[in-house]
T-cell receptor, first 113, second 114 residues
Framework: EAQVTQNPRYLITVTGKKLTVTCSQN?????MSWYRQDPGLGLRQIYY???????DKGDVPEGYKVSRKEKRNFPLILESPSPNQTSLYFC????????????FGSGTQLSVL | GENVEQHPSTLSVQEGDSAVIKCTYS??????FPWYKQELGKRPQLIID?????GEKKDQRIAVTLNKTAKHFSLHITETQPEDSAVYFC?????????????FGTGTRLQVTL
C-alpha cells in the first residue's frame, strides 16, 4: 500500500531534550516536506526536499533541522525543543514532475513542556 | 512570496444546502490551486484541484472556480451531507512539479447539521 509513515503519533517531551520525528514514504517520491498545523494558522511549511541531499527552508524553519540521505526518509529534528514548538506536525511527499498532489502522513502531535 | 487568504474560518450549513469557501492569492504567477479536506483527527487529503488554464472544474458534488483577473478561487459543495463536515484548506503554487512551494490558506471548518 502506497503511504507516508510518520512516527511517533504522539510525543510529550521537555524543553531542551533533542528529539527526532521520522518520516518514510514507499512511493519513490522525489519531493518531501514538513508542515506544522496550528489553530487559526493553517499548514505552514517548515522544510522541504526536492531530492536526496537537497533541502531548503520553508516559511517557519527556525528551531528545526532536516536531512535527506535516502530518497524514502526525511526526518525532522528538534535539537532543543521549546514550548512554542508544541504543534501538530505532518510530513508529506509528492512525485513532482507535473504531479503536485501531496500525500500526507498521519501526523505527530508534539507537546513540549 | 505567495500569500493565501481563506474565508470564512467557520461555516455551518444544513444538510442538503450548498457551501462555498473562498480564497484569494497574491502571486499572479501562481497557476495551480488544490483543495485539501481534513476530517477530525485525520490527515489532509486532496479532493480537487484546478490549473490556471481552466476556469471551472467539477467532480460530482464538488466544484472549484478560478478567477485569474481577481486572483481568487472558490470551492463549492452542493447537497451537503454530514460526511462533508471537516476542515478545508485551499492552496496555491506557481510552476509545475512545485509541491515544495505550496502555500496553504488558514482553513475553513465546515459543519453540516442535520
Amino acid at each position: 500500500e502506497a503511504q507516508v509513515t510518520q512516527n511517533p503519533r504522539y510525543l510529550i517531551t521537555v524543553t531542551g531534550k533533542k528529539l527526532t520525528v521520522t518520516c518514510s514514504q514507499n512511493m519513490n517520491h522525489e519531493y518531501m516536506s514538513w508542515y506544522r498545523q496550528d489553530p487559526g494558522l493553517g499548514l505552514r511549511q517548515i522544510y522541504y526536499s526536492m531530492n536526496v541531499e537537497v533541502t531548503d527552508k520553508g516559511d517557519v524553519p527556525e528551531g528545526y533541522k532536516v536531512s535527506r540521505k535516502e530518497k524514502r526518509n526525511f526526518p525532522l529534528i528538534l535539537e532543543s525543543p521549546s514550548p512554542n514548538q508544541t504543534s501538530l506536525y505532518f510530513c508529506a511527499s509528492s512525485s513532482g514532475q507535473d504531479n503536485e498532489k501531496l500525500f500526507f502522513g498521519s501526523g505527530t502531535q508534539l507537546s513540549v513542556l | 512570496g505567495e500569500n493565501v487568504e481563506q474565508h470564512p474560518s467557520t461555516l455551518s450549513v444544513q444538510e442538503g444546502d450548498s457551501a462555498v469557501i473562498k480564497c484569494t492569492y497574491s502571486d499572479s504567477a501562481s497557476n495551480y490551486f488544490p483543495w485539501y479536506k481534513q476530517e477530525l483527527g485525520k490527515r489532509p487529503q486532496l479532493i480537487i484541484d484546478i490549473r490556471s488554464n481552466v476556469g471551472e472544474k467539477k467532480d460530482q458534488r464538488i466544484a472549484v472556480t478560478l478567477n485569474k483577473t481577481a486572483k481568487h478561487f472558490s470551492l463549492h459543495i452542493t447537497e451537503t451531507q454530514p460526511e462533508d463536515s471537516a476542515v478545508y484548506f485551499c492552496a496555491a503554487t506557481r510552476g509545475t512539479g512545485t509541491a515544495s512551494k505550496l502555500t496553504f490558506g488558514t482553513g475553513t471548518r465546515l459543519q453540516v447539521t442535520l
